[in-house]
């Protein structure tokens, strides 16, 4: 009986803590992104003369991971978001898109 007590209490130690490592990386943007803020990217890009990256099978739907040969950029200066700083933009097939930075992850576009 001790055997099996312990066997149980083992277990659900065990599987309680690969719960708490799984949800430590799960990310979850909540920020809310505006149709001005993704003219100030077009707007900004081309200021910057930053590349559309084009390729008629990529679609960058939210959630997507993007491909290590896209290249990601720091949100412009003046565009204020919370946490800032965890986002970059990118320009696919002429959209901009917002990308969790660690994950690559896309977590906002604008058609």
């Known amino acids: 009986m001790r055997t099996s ?3 149980v209490v083992t277990l659900s130690v065990l599987l309680a803590g690969a719960g708490l490592a799984s949800a430590q990386t799960t990310t979850t943007s ?3 992104w505006t149709t001005d803020q993704g003219h100030q990217i077009r707007e900004y890009s081309t200021t ?3 590349n559309s990256f084009s390729d008629p099978a990529l679609k960058p739907d939210v959630g997507a991971e993007l491909p290590g040969t ?3 950029y720091p949100l412009p200066q003046t565009m204020t978001v919370p946490d800032a700083d ?3 933009y990118s320009i696919i097939n002429d959209h901009p ?3 969790e930075r660690t994950t690559r992850k896309v977590v906002h576009t604008w058609e």
């Open 30 to 32: 909540t920020t809310i």
């Open 86 to 88: 965890h986002y970059s």
């Open 48 to 50: 910057q003369k930053n």
């Open 5 to 7: 007590l312990l066997s």
């Open 70 to 72: 896209v290249t990601l």
């Open 97 to 99: 898109v917002v990308v």
